[in-house]
């Protein structure tokens, strides 16, 4: 059974920095894509960013680039989100998510039951 | 960024009504388009994949279909579970985004 657990979250103050992981387990890890999504409470999905199987190419949604970097690590079967210059508007839950490619982002065919990072002074 | 629009955004039905999802997106994506469903304090569960294909272990009544700009999905006859929100994905090229959701409740 494929189980993504996510952990890192909490209060953080704007500007300042958070970190969070991602533990999966029940697949072959480094077999795919992986992503991060998040949704603002009460509010809709947006994603975030993705990760090749291999590292070679990630990508991000225009409101994160050049703050946040993901990460993986295939040999700990995990997969890292560091944010960088918090904003209020990047409280959220963060979802981690299981592509169904290795190479090429498609769509999330399992998720974690997200972390909640809350932005505020 | 290819936009997605969901309508209607909220629905009241009842058990065993025949309930339509529509989702327009800006731009063609073929068939490259999911469909999730999300209840509340739950992560979302993909119910279909590329426009029109049923997810291993969702119920048939769940159905999608359509192609470059205009999908739908479909619940043949709503049941007590089906009750949340549903939410289109697009993944063309290496674009992804997401409607707005449409939530299903209780008449």
């Known amino acids: 059974e494929v189980q993504l657990v996510e952990s890192g979250g909490g209060l953080v103050q704007p500007g300042r920095s958070l970190r969070l992981s991602c533990a999966a387990s029940g697949f072959f890890f480094d077999d795919y894509v992986m992503h991060w999504v998040r949704q603002p409470q009460g509010r809709g999905l947006e994603w975030v960013s993705s990760?090749?199987?291999?590292?070679?190419?990630?990508d991000y949604a225009d409101s994160v680039k050049g703050r946040f970097i993901i990460s993986r690590d295939n040999a700990k079967n995990s997969l890292f989100l560091q944010m960088n210059s918090l904003r209020p508007e990047d409280t959220a839950f963060y979802f981690c998510a299981k592509d169904v490619d290795r190479s090429s982002p498609h769509y999330f065919d399992s998720w974690g039951q997200g972390t909640l990072v809350t932005v505020s002074s | 960024d290819i936009q997605l629009t969901q309508s209607p955004s909220s629905l009241s039905a009842s058990i065993g009504d025949r309930v339509t999802i529509t989702c327009r997106a800006s731009q063609t994506v073929k068939k490259w388009l999911a469909w999730y469903q999300q209840k509340p304090g739950k992560a979302p569960k993909l119910l279909i994949y590329?426009?029109?294909s049923l997810q291993y272990g969702v119920p048939s009544r769940f159905s999608g279909s359509g192609s470059g700009t205009e999908f739908t999905l479909t619940i043949s006859s709503l049941q007590p579970e089906d009750f949340a929100t549903y939410y289109c994905?697009?993944?063309?090229?290496?674009?992804?985004?997401f409607g707005q959701g449409t939530k299903v409740e209780i008449k």
């Open positions: 990760i090749t199987w291999n590292s070679n190419v990630m």
């Open positions: 994905q697009q993944y063309s090229l290496y674009s992804r985004t």
């Open positions: 590329e426009a029109s």
